[in-house]
């Protein structure tokens, strides 16, 4: 899967840092954004394949990233993990039922992210 | 957030219940305390005195000794039993004096007052006892507060410490997939020595994270019917190289679906009712204690075991060639930071958790989980998962 390309949005750089070399080491393009305002703005000018939304951001939280996401034609379609460290108790349901593909917890298992990714572009419109 | 401080609960009124078959007495006495901050009950029988106790807080009981039906040494003793905090005085006339003495030596009573008593002896002894209480609680409420907060604390700490150990992990995967360049022998070796204490540092906050969770009610599992064999050959498949490392054998002795020699098909396990992550730490924790305290050469397996009594329940048993354990080990191994007391050779690594969160994960799949241990002997740690209902009893 040359040229997909995800976008990352974190503000922890470390963690930004070290999802991308995974991501890059399996194929993937990589662009990123650190907050919320600069998610929006990113992914309408990049418009990546999937994006890997936290939720603890400057500037806004991820689910209003998302939802702001979904109001717009051009990056709505695009599928959208949330990786947080939030509890999937408190957040997973909500995180779905607000269009997410999937919740994952951090730190997360690089494998099953890997799977979830490819899952959820296999589904892509 | 500032901490409030700790509020005198004077919002739930204290009440007083007085007992004595002479309705004289208990107006009297109505009368005469009537301007004090607690609320006055009155009965006349005992019956009437329980059903008071039985609808109402009562924080002090007064109770006449000389009485039809039932003296009062009985009734404060039945309630005693019945409302052990309850503070008990008795009304005792001149003739029931010796009753009175003895009913203090025995701790059944807290204080006695002669008929007629001073009503504001009696009034001040009554104060002093509802202070006593209002202190009493508040204290309760500060510890409760102490140990939410050192809770909240812990929680918060391994929360916060699982990023940095991330990336930590994350890098350090990184170095050694090659992902930065070709690694030297050397480098590839202490970068796995790295590994191996950041996969430490992982568990132990992971066991935090778990303990925390069970105190403050938040451990959750979510079962589903699932085949125990496949997960546990797999789990011990990942723990066997560090067995071997340590000469010990592990083995897994339990039937596997497939054609017997004969032809016929025989049956796994029964499926059972259970969360395959949760499951699986289980196993690893149980495993890797077992490994931990078996000396070379020995061996660890895993089997089933039949429980007549507890048919809905599969049982399995992971049994070590190893220490074994004493009986005063046995009695609080699944107790928090419990660990024994033997300190031959051993590095302590871990938290001392592991089997108090394996015992709450069990217990909220709705198993049990035990150990039968004799010291030099080895050890069976034991435990239960119920099998799901709609499994026939031949296991088809």
């Known amino acids: 899967m040359t040229n997909t390309k995800i976008m990352i949005v974190e503000d922890d750089i470390d963690q930004l840092i070290g999802l991308k070399i995974r991501l890059q080491a399996n194929d993937y393009t990589v662009v990123h954004a650190v907050d919320a305002v600069a998610a929006i703005s990113t992914a309408r000018r990049e418009q990546p394949d999937l994006i890997l939304l936290d939720i603890g951001l400057p500037a806004g939280d991820g689910f209003t990233v998302m939802e702001r996401l979904h109001d717009l034609m051009d990056v709505a379609h695009i599928p959208i993990i949330i990786v947080s460290a939030r509890e999937p108790e408190a957040y997973a349901e909500r995180a779905i039922n607000e269009g997410a593909f999937a919740f994952f917890q951090k730190p997360v298992d690089n494998e099953e992210l890997l799977e979830a990714i490819e899952n959820a572009l296999g589904t892509a419109v | ?396």
């Open chain 2, 1 to 396: 957030m500032p901490e409030a401080a700790i509020q005198l609960d004077t919002s739930a009124s204290p009440a007083v219940l007085l007992l004595d078959d002479e309705p004289k007495v208990l107006s009297g006495l109505k009368r005469a305390l009537r301007k004090e901050p607690y609320e006055l009950l009155c009965a006349t029988t005992a019956e009437e005195a329980f059903a008071i106790l039985h609808e109402r807080s009562i924080d002090v009981v007064i109770s006449d000794q000389d009485m039809p039906g039932m003296t009062g040494t009985v009734f404060l003793a039945k309630v005693r039993e019945a409302y052990p905090s309850v503070c008990r005085f008795m009304l005792t006339g001149k003739a029931t004096l010796d009753v009175a003495l003895q009913a203090i030596n025995d701790d059944a009573v807290r204080q006695f007052f002669t008929k007629p008593c001073d009503p504001a002896t009696l009034a001040q002894s009554i104060r002093n006892i509802i202070q006593e209480k209002t202190l009493e609680q508040a204290l309760e409420r500060v510890q409760q507060r102490e140990l939410e907060l050192k809770n909240r604390l812990l929680s918060h700490v391994s929360h916060e410490l699982r990023s940095p150990l991330a990336a930590i992990y994350q890098f350090i995967t990184i170095l050694l997939d090659g992902l930065a360049g070709e690694l030297s022998p050397k480098q590839r070796e202490y970068l796995e020595i790295v590994l191996r204490n950041v996969n430490q540092l992982r568990s132990m906050v992971g066991d935090l994270l778990d303990c925390t969770r069970a105190t403050n009610g938040k451990l959750t599992v979510t079962p589903q019917p699932i085949e125990i064999t496949p997960i546990v050959v797999e789990t011990l498949h990942t723990l066997r190289p560090s067995a071997t490392q340590k000469g010990l054998d592990l083995f897994v002795d339990l039937p596997a679906p497939g054609l017997q020699a004969s032809g016929l098909p025989a049956a796994g396990l029964p499926i059972v009712a259970a969360d395959p992550v949760r499951l699986r730490q289980v196993l690893v924790n149980l495993v890797e204690n077992a490994i931990k305290f078996t000396p070379a050469p020995g061996t660890i397996t895993v089997r089933q075991r039949d429980l007549k009594d507890e048919p809905e329940m599969l049982c399995l048993t992971v049994t070590d060639t190893g220490r074994g354990l004493r009986p005063e080990d046995t009695a609080r191994i699944f107790e928090r930071l419990s660990q024994t007391t033997e300190t031959i050779d051993e590095q302590r690594h871990g938290l001392g958790l592991g089997l108090y969160i394996c015992s709450e994960l069990i217990q909220r799949h709705g198993g049990r989980i035990w150990v039968e241990s004799e010291f030099g002997q080895g050890s069976t740690f034991c435990f239960t998962l119920p099998r799901c209902s709609n499994t026939a009893p031949d296991g088809t």
